[in-house]
């Protein structure tokens, strides 16, 4: 949620910055200023009448005195009604509007979108190559039809050692941000709406989630989660940056058809994910973004996958983020890259949805800044490792960096 007093001060400012996001369309400041004024005046209303009712209150209960505490009564009664519309009304038109993006965030859709880091070359093969889905099943490590049988389409299962090579992925991505001081949680899979809404995912992605009995979803990513962890708290500012990882299996509606090109674990209703997560003072998030792109950075390089980091243009960060960069791995029976990681800085804009503060050394109350990447997700990795490890023969190489966190002494998987 944006500042109202900042909406105010620097409306032309504000909608310049949605505008590079949204396009040329009304955005509606104008109309949550008025209603921000008519709340305040509102207020002043109410507090008059609130005082008079306790000056009234005080006086010899004569016939007059009473009618007069009667008529104030119904007076309040009427005036807290009206608030409570102007402010229902203002707080579902401040929760409509996206974040405001950083100062070098080009305008426009993933059109613009720019690549700023390469690693690696593309593989070349000698052979006519694979796609990870023929390869998963000649080596008998991934089921797609029986996985299709129990849940429906957009759902695998992983066996033998694709499930092995699953969990080494998420042991390495565990191991790595344990030793560079990151805490872990295993949070609940399930959330209620006031987390939904604090996360940004509500109102506007609603449909995209997955609901349950009891207005519970399942989550879409563990940032729902580690999100809400501070959700109405204030936190202590030599406490600051606090920095947390989980794990969680994440659940997307992924509404619409799929291209043919996106079949097998490309796109799908489960997958897994480590996500990394920070909560800072507003003068440390950047230095905390560019740590976060870093340590994504690593992980990436660290399985000798080829892929580029590309920075998104403002139409196609996520709304409650004021900069997205994504790390993109290479699929080369698609020729394209796929979002493996999303490094993001939402600013002020969950901390206020979520009432998530601090207090600074001065005992003011301020804002956090939070800020999430995911680190990483597994369910385009493995295809991508499938695909860029071929061997001639089908089998495919285990990166050297996931043989330790394997249970058995694996080299390459190959068909029996």
Known sequence: MLDIKKIREETKDIEISLKKRLGDVDLGLDKIIKLDDSRKELIGKLENLKAEKNKLSKTKPDEETIKNIKENNVNIKNLEEELKKVEDDLRERMLGLPNIVADEVVSGGKENNKVSYTFKEKPQFSFKAKDHVELAENLDIIDYKRAAK????????????????????????????????YNFILPPFLL????????????????????????????????????NYHRDEILKEEDLPLKYFAYSACFRREAGSYRQEER?????????????????????????????????????????????????????????????????????????YKEVSSVS????????????????????????????????????LLPAILEQN?????????????????????????SK
Request: charged fraction near 25%; include cysteine.
């Open 150 to 181: 129990m849940s429906g389409s957009g759902f695998w299962i992983y066996k033998k050692e694709g499930a092995l090579l699953e969990w080494a992925l998420l042991n390495y991505f565990i191991d790595f941000h344990t030793k560079n001081n």
């Open 345 to 380: 800085n939402a600013l002020d804009y969950q901390a206020r949805r979520g009432n998530m503060r601090y207090k600074n050394k001065e005992g003011k109350i301020e804002f956090l800044h939070t800020l999430n990447a995911s680190g990483l997700a597994t369910s385009r």
């Open 264 to 336: 097998g674990m490309i796109r799908g209703h489960q997958f897994n994910k480590i996500e990394m997560f920070q909560y800072t003072k507003a003068e440390d998030s950047w230095n905390s973004f560019e740590e976060m792109k870093n340590y994504a950075t690593k992980l990436l390089e660290g399985l000798g996958l080829h892929f580029q980091i590309s920075d998104l243009a403002a139409g196609d960060c996520s709304s409650a983020m004021a900069k997205t960069v994504d790390l993109e791995v290479w699929i080369p029976s698609m020729n394209i």
């Open 192 to 227: 209620n709406e006031a987390s939904a809404y604090a996360s940004g995912h509500m109102p506007k992605f609603r449909d995209d989630l997955f609901w349950v009995e009891d207005g519970l979803c399942l989550n879409a990513t563990s940032e729902m989660m580690l999100g």
């Open 390 to 414: 071929q061997q001639e023969d089908g089998s495919v190489l285990i990166p050297e960096i996931l043989k330790k966190f394997l249970p058995i002494k694996l080299d390459k998987i190959s």
